[in-house]
Structures are given as structure tokens and as C-alpha cells.
């Protein structure tokens, strides 16, 4: 394969492409990327309002770009948000699922053990996390399955291989959201066609809005201990940026990973690898 083919097979041009949650720090990164490779992207979110930094730069790409309003916990939402899209944008090639996050009262600390925790709190971080990813892969699932094609990308972590300490509920669901990539792509490959393909990605540590200052001291920036220890824990020595997810996206993304199905990948700075010695 020459270089030209290579550059063909990472060619968005024209392909539709769902994003849930994509109004986040790391959704936002990723719908930045494909418009700028010429993707038509449409973030589907409940908050309807990008970052005014991540805006200027989709403004300024070679693609086309869509917020439509949608909640992942909600068929008609979803399929109500399916219709615009595929209106607007014709055939729907790929979904990724980047909606999920934790609760405080999902959370163990000094405050809170694990006798505390709040039933509807972790409810609501399975909901999220896995709920949320099979109801989109139903409502987009379809188009693919109906078009004999396309590709969908769920979002993982870290703490479905390894669970971590104080988010037992998040890791839980993000080992639950794994095993059904695996599950899904088995279905569609048995039941519908080999091309439609499902695979995850595994976030190592990145900062976003939701974890900074669990990470970071709001005051001057430094590490918190928990930080501190998963830098220690992190062989490169540092968290991941946003911009780390984007070569495994369009990877899992492209033809290049036509004969990749059913896999949980890790972008994590090697910190699945490490063994603390």
C-alpha cells in the first residue's frame, strides 16, 4: 500500500458521523479532528452550546458540523435526533459514544463509605454510562444494519480492566459498556453483516472538567495525591491530552481497521502495562 492509499483510507470526506456527549472536553477534541478530515459531524448532546475554542476551530475546517439536542437516555430523543441528522446529513456511517461521567454520591471518600453510597446516584452512572451507549446503539445500530454498513466506537476506561479505588460504580460500568462492545459486534457480525464493526476505546487519565481539581489543586495547579499517585502509576509520566485519543479514533474509524472488530483498545501512557514496581 502506497502512500495515496493510505491517505485515501483515512478519507472522511462526506461521512456522517455521530457524536453522544460530544459537547465535552474529549468529544469535542474528537468531533474537532473529523471535521477537519472532512467528516459531516453531528453531536448529539443535552447541552446544545460548544466551547466558543473548540467552535472557532470546526468553523474554520473542511467539514460539516451539527449540534442537535438529544438525551442518550431517551429513545424518542434519540430517534427524534437520528431524523435530523440523517435529513441533514444523508446515510449515518459512524457513532461514537462518548456520553458517561460519575456522580459524587456513586463516590467513596472520607465523607462517604461504602455502606453510604447513594442507590439512585449509582443508578444514574450505570444509566449513563451503560444505558446510555446500548439505547444510541439501537437507534443508530438500525441505519447501519438497514444501509449493510458503518462503524461504531464506544468509549471505555481504564477502570473496566483495573478497577480503581472510590469510583465503584463507574468502574463497573465502564467493565459492563466493554463487554457489550464485544457482545455487539459478535451480534452484527452473526446476525446482520461483517461490515459493521464495534470496537472501545480505554482512556488512561485525562483531565477534564469533571476530574480537574480531583486531580489537581484548584488553588495553584499542583497534584493531589490521587494525581500525584497515578502519575507515579503512568510510565510516560503524565495525563493524557485530548488530542491523544485522535490517532486510535480515526484508526478504529477507517478501512485500515477493516479486519478489527469486538476490541477494547487502551490510549492510557502505559498505565495498564505498569505493575507499580
Avoid at 124 to 150: H, P, R, S, W
Wanted: charged share 20%.
Amino acid at each position: 500500500m502506497n502512500l495515496d492509499e493510505v491517505k485515501q483510507k483515512y478519507d472522511f470526506d462526506g461521512k456522517t458521523i455521530v457524536i453522544t456527549g460530544g459537547t465535552g472536553v474529549l468529544g469535542g477534541e474528537i468531533a474537532c479532528a473529523l471535521v477537519g478530515v472532512g467528516a459531516s459531524v453531528a453531536v448529539i448532546d443535552r447541552n446544545t452550546k460548544m466551547q466558543e475554542e473548540v467552535m472557532q476551530r470546526i468553523e474554520t475546517s473542511c467539514g460539516k458540523f451539527l449540534i442537535v439536542y438529544g438525551d442518550v437516555l431517551d429513545h424518542d430523543s434519540l430517534r427524534q435526533a437520528a431524523d435530523v441528522i440523517s435529513t441533514e446529513f444523508g446515510q449515518i456511517y459512524g457513532l461514537i459514544n462518548a456520553a458517561g461521567g460519575n456522580q459524587p454520591g456513586a463516590t467513596t471518600g472520607p465523607d462517604r463509605s461504602f455502606f453510604q453510597l447513594d442507590p439512585e446516584a449509582l443508578r444514574k452512572v450505570f444509566d449513563l454510562n451503560l444505558l446510555g451507549t446500548i439505547l444510541a446503539c439501537q437507534v443508530f445500530g438500525k441505519y447501519m444494519a438497514e444501509a449493510g454498513q458503518g462503524v461504531i466506537l464506544n468509549i471505555s476506561s481504564m477502570s473496566a480492566f483495573r478497577p480503581l479505588t472510590r469510583v465503584p460504580g463507574y468502574s463497573a460500568a465502564k467493565a459492563a459498556v466493554s463487554n457489550f462492545t464485544q457482545w455487539l459486534a459478535v451480534h452484527f457480525a452473526e446476525e446482520y453483516t461483517t461490515r459493521i464493526r464495534v470496537n472501545a476505546l480505554a482512556p488512561g487519565f485525562f483531565l477534564t472538567e469533571q476530574n480537574r481539581f480531583l486531580l489537581t489543586n484548584e488553588k495553584d495547579g499542583g497534584l493531589t495525591p490521587r494525581g500525584q499517585s497515578i502519575i507515579d502509576h503512568t510510565p510516560v509520566k503524565r495525563f493524557g491530552d485530548p488530542e491523544d485519543l485522535l490517532g486510535a479514533t480515526l484508526w478504529l474509524l477507517s478501512p485500515l481497521s477493516d479486519f478489527v472488530t469486538g476490541s477494547v483498545v487502551s490510549v492510557d501512557g502505559g498505565f495498564a502495562a505498569f505493575g507499580g514496581v
